[in-house]
């Protein structure tokens, strides 16, 4: 049994930060790709960020320059800093472990 616990979600004005972490635990030795994906109201889930386990990283258009991504492999640990927020970024995220665990999701509003 895998499980993803995700924190670090809130309401933030626009411009402002916040930090999300995706812990794994459970039955899981090795982790290719990690990512954040997110799922705004009446929209499709969609990629923000992935990392492999060399490092590589890749970023949806809308974030890119604004979110980085990083992991701990010691932790089993993915993260994704959000700066320069803005209202568009308003959704749900959810951690993805190698492209078949998801985490419970965590609300991202941006709001003044």
């Known amino acids: 049994q895998v499980q993803l616990v995700e924190s670090g979600g809130g309401l933030v004005q626009p411009g402002g930060s916040l930090r999300l972490s995706c812990a794994a635990s459970?039955?899981?030795?090795?982790?290719?790709?990690m990512g954040w994906y997110r799922q705004a109201p009446g929209k499709e889930r969609e990629l923000v960020a992935t990392?492999?386990?060399?490092?590589?990283?890749n970023y949806a258009d809308s974030v890119k320059g604004r979110f980085t991504i990083s992991r701990d492999n010691a932790k089993k640990t993915v993260y994704l800093q959000m700066n320069s927020l803005k209202a568009e970024d308003t959704a749900v995220y959810y951690c993805?472990?190698?492209?078949?665990?998801w985490g419970q999701g965590t609300q991202v509003t941006v709001s003044s």
């Open positions: 459970g039955r899981i030795f090795s982790i290719n790709v």
């Open positions: 993805n472990i190698a492209g078949v665990y």
């Open positions: 990392i492999n386990n060399v490092g590589t990283t």
